[in-house]
Structures are given as structure tokens and as C-alpha cells.
């Protein structure tokens, strides 16, 4: 099983492009989870989807917005990018609230 | 509100020494709690969790950890540490709606030869 995937790696962005990230998992979990992190701040939710059909703000979801395409997918736009929103992204996902979250590998993104 | 508190940022200890990051949390309830490592460059991945069972969780490589209610503590621990335990640790809670988690700013397990 490839777990939770990412699209794309690496990405550099000049300030007001705009760009999606792309999630997938196969573990047949409801829950999905976006979040980013930045040196000494540990990680931050930027949006969750509880199951399929829903989405929630996190604690910092201003200038992104969230999609849960189907129950594998769940992607993150950001409409007009900002030097803030520099950072490395997560995607992750749980079977049901459980709490045990699954990672994957996280998109370094850079806005210039 | 909930929150957790990771006491160290740095810890740096030999290769065969015991290993203890420290995690204080606040919550309002019996709080679910995790810690979770990251290798540099790598995805993050759970390393155990405490869920209201036994107050003494043991984890993946040799880590446990001790969930003290009424020092509000969730330490980190390994008798032995290994090279290969260099990494950055972080301790989170969460929150009641079940969804949502709170993670510690992490500490950084520097492992001397």
C-alpha cells in the first residue's frame, strides 16, 4: 500500500500565483487532514474533512481553500499565494476520529 | 483551551545513555495524547499513544512514555539511546471535538557518538 501520497514534492511560486496540492490515500480512512509546518512551531491544522462531503476550518485556515474530491482525495488551493505562506505542507489522514493520524511525505513549498 | 508544552527544544545525550523529552499539556478533559518522531526530511510517524488505558504506554524502537494526570505530564523515555534515534519528537493532544490535535513546537533528540 503507498499510505497517504503527495503531488508535488517540491514547488516555488511567485507572490499571487496560485496552485493546488494534491492528496490521496488508500487506506479506506474518513478522516482527512491538512497542515503545514514551520520551523519551531510544530505543525498547524489548516483544514480537516471529517468524512467524505465535509470540510472544517483549523486553526489557521485563512488564504487556502479545500476540496475532499471523493474519500481518497482531498486538495488544498491557495488562490493567491503569499511570502507567509512559505512552509512545508502535510497531508494526512485517520480512520475515524481516531486520532492515530497517517502522514505523508509533505510538499515543501516556496513563495516568492 | 487545550495545549501542550514541550520543555526542551534541543536535547542532547550519548549513544547508550537513557533519553527523556518532557511534555506538560492542558485539557479541559481526559485528554488523548501522542507522540509522534520525524527524521530529518522524512513524513512524520506515531510513536505511541495514550488513550485512558494503562498510564504506562510503550511505543515503537524502545520508547515509552507515562501519562501523569496529576502533574499533567506526558513524558517521553528509552533506557538506551541509538544513533538512529536522532530525529525531532513531538508530543500533542487533542481536542474534544475529536478531530483536531494540538502539536507541541517539538524537541530536537541530538544522539553523540
Known amino acids: 500500500n503507498a499510505g497517504v501520497t503527495q503531488t508535488p514534492k517540491f514547488q516555488v511560486l511567485k507572490t499571487g500565483q496560485s496552485m493546488t496540492l494534491q492528496c490521496a490515500q488508500d487506506m479506506n480512512h474518513n478522516s482527512m487532514y491538512w497542515y503545514r509546518q514551520d520551523p519551531g512551531m510544530g505543525l498547524r491544522l489548516i483544514y480537516y474533512s471529517a468524512s467524505e462531503g465535509t470540510t472544517d476550518k483549523g486553526e489557521v485556515p485563512n488564504g487556502y481553500n479545500v476540496s475532499r474530491l471523493n474519500k481518497r482525495e482531498f486538495s488544498l488551493r491557495l488562490e493567491s499565494a503569499a511570502p507567509s505562506q512559505t512552509s512545508v505542507y502535510f497531508c494526512?489522514?485517520?480512520?475515524?476520529?481516531?486520532?492515530?493520524?497517517?502522514f505523508g511525505p509533505g510538499t515543501r513549498l516556496t513563495v516568492t | 483551551a487545550q495545549s501542550v508544552t514541550q520543555l526542551d527544544s534541543h536535547v542532547s545525550v550519548s549513544e547508550g545513555t537513557p533519553v527523556l523529552l518532557r511534555c506538560n499539556y492542558s485539557s479541559s478533559y481526559s485528554p488523548s495524547l501522542f507522540w509522534y518522531v520525524q527524521h530529518p526530511n522524512k513524513g512524520l510517524q506515531l510513536l505511541l499513544k495514550y488513550t485512558s488505558a494503562a498510564t504506562l504506554v510503550k511505543g515503537i524502537n524502545g520508547f515509552e512514555a507515562e501519562f501523569k494526570k496529576s502533574e499533567t505530564s506526558f513524558h517521553l523515555t528509552k533506557p538506551s539511546a541509538h544513533m538512529s534515534d536522532a530525529a525531532e519528537y513531538f508530543c500533542v493532544v487533542s481536542l474534544d471535538s475529536n478531530y483536531q490535535l494540538i502539536w507541541g513546537a517539538g524537541t530536537k533528540l541530538i544522539i553523540k557518538p
Open positions: 494526512a489522514s485517520s480512520l475515524n476520529g481516531a486520532h492515530e493520524q497517517y
